[in-house]
């Protein structure tokens, strides 16, 4: 009786922090609907997750399990919202490539098992089956954020990788894992045990580009409120001597009228060399003079 009650309460504890998962990702769409834009964000995760609930919310109902079936009937509801807002603002290629994948999963394959575990499997074999689906799924549902780490690593930015549903999948991971146990349910702890680790390692990676990205934030700012000399080494020299060489071909062109004339070299004792102006040439040895001296 009191294993019972404590699963119960772990339930519970379970369900507040799945809910969290699933109203997690409310920020995010909140400024893709702001926006009309998805940016860089990743339907798959949510596609996954529809997939996740929707199956889990039939587990519960073979089992049956009340705390089943109430978090992830709520949570599928979530996701259905969630992939429709995703697929509105997507670019259109990527808005087909959504529209495609929730036609073979959401419709095409869970539709199959649907059909499949009604018409041809019965009892303990029906609940096996969807059992083992809904825990490779699971397993997808913590992995699909992982999709993301690589953008992370490249901009070493965690701007598309959202704290909160991070964290709460580490979290939904440890609490499922502990009720699992208690209620013996194979099919419910392996899935969420790997999640959990899988949650730890993105939620780390989080916590270590953050940091990185705050630093590279401070560094610019500093440099920005310093200015713009000290980002680029040399930059006033270069300049004052641009000026200046912008200077001497303006005063050149207005006291000339035209470009400056070109110099011809004289030959003085077969070494040294001056040079004079065409006026100068025309005066001294216009008449086809070689320039020897």
């Known amino acids: 009786m009191a294993a ?4 119960f309460i772990v339930g519970v504890i379970g369900n507040v922090v799945a809910m969290l998962v699933f109203l997690s990702p409310i920020t995010t769409f ?3 609907v702001k926006k009309k834009a998805t940016g860089n964000f990743k339907g798959i995760p949510y596609i996954c997750t529809l997939l996740n609930t929707s199956l889990w919310t039939y587990y519960g109902l073979l089992k049956p399990d009340g705390l089943l079936i109430t978090v992830n009937g709520a949570g599928a509801a979530l996701q259905v919202i969630y992939v429709t807002l995703f697929i509105i603002y997507a ?6 490539k959504h529209l495609k994948l929730v036609g073979i999963l959401n419709v095409g394959f869970y539709g199959a098992v649907l059909l499949i575990t009604l018409l041809a499997a019965h009892g303990s074999l029906r609940l096996t089956i969807v059992g ?4 490779g799924l699971t397993l997808g549902m913590y992995g699909a954020p992982l ?8 901009t070493k930015s965690v701007e598309y990788m959202p704290f909160w549903l991070t964290f709460f999948l580490f979290l939904n991971g440890g609490v499922w894992t502990v009720y699992s146990v208690l209620v013996k349910d194979f099919f419910i702890g392996v899935p969420n045990a790997i999640g959990f680790v899988l949650g730890s390692v993105q939620l780390i990676m989080y916590i270590i580009y953050n940091n990185k990205s705050k630093s ?15 980002l680029v080494p040399g930059a006033v020299e270069m300049d004052k001597y641009n000026e ?10 207005n006291e000339g009228g035209s470009l400056p004339k070109p110099t011809v070299l004289k030959q003085v004792s077969g070494k040294e060399m001056y040079s004079v102006t065409d006026d100068e040439s025309k005066k001294g040895g216009a008449a086809g003079g070689s320039g020897m001296v």
């Open 30 to 32: 909140r400024g893709i």
């Open 91 to 96: 670019p259109k290629d990527s808005k087909i």
């Open 132 to 135: 083992f689906i809904g825990a």
């Open 4 to 7: 019972l009650t404590i699963s």
């Open 216 to 230: 590279k934030k401070l560094s610019m700012e500093k440099l920005e409120e310093e200015g713009s000399p000290d």
């Open 147 to 154: 999709a993301v780490m690589k953008n992370v690593i490249v």
């Open 244 to 253: 200046e060489m912008m200077m001497k071909k303006e005063r050149s062109l």
